[in-house]
């Protein structure tokens, strides 16, 4: 049997597969018996049989993007050549602040819990920090010793 006889069998194959045309595989030594498929359950049977069957989608690999943010979690790939936008643009100002501020934020917490630090002196800490007085965490912590030696 010539393939083009096989077209009708090919698109019914395609809707019952729920897939395209050209996805569809039809067996080359059973084309006698899907030649003379004419209905969709005819078509169904020979799916189950595996005469019909779909070919797997072809999909994009990410092995090559995973290769490449591994790269740049170290900081390589990431030259004058690659940038597009301004420093500011990309690390806003806003968004370094926010970091900063959380984690001084989060510190300050974490030594009020331990008993670190008073709660009075929390309250003070927090407001300077609020207020930018500090660069990091590490100079946060530098003042707070220094204020509990005085």
């Known amino acids: 049997m010539s393939s083009q006889s096989l077209v009708n069998q090919k698109r019914l194959a395609a809707s019952v597969l729920k897939c395209g045309v050209h996805r569809v595989w039809l067996d080359p030594e059973r084309s006698s018996d899907i030649a003379a498929a004419i209905a969709r359950e005819d078509i ?45 643009a990309r690390d806003p100002k806003k968004r370094r602040w926010i970091r900063k501020i959380r984690a001084q934020r989060r510190v300050l917490r974490e030594m009020r819990a331990s008993g670190e630090i008073n709660p009075t002196i929390y309250r003070s800490f927090y407001r300077r920090s609020a207020g930018g007085q500090f660069r990091t965490v590490s100079h946060l912590k530098a003042q707070i010793e220094i204020g509990r030696e005085k």
């Open 44 to 88: 169904r049977e020979l799916i189950t049989d595996g005469a019909i069957a779909s070919h797997q989608k072809k999909g994009v690999s990410r092995g090559r993007a995973r290769a490449k943010m591994a790269k740049r979690s170290y900081g390589h790939c990431k030259g004058p050549g690659r940038r597009k936008g301004s420093a500011g």
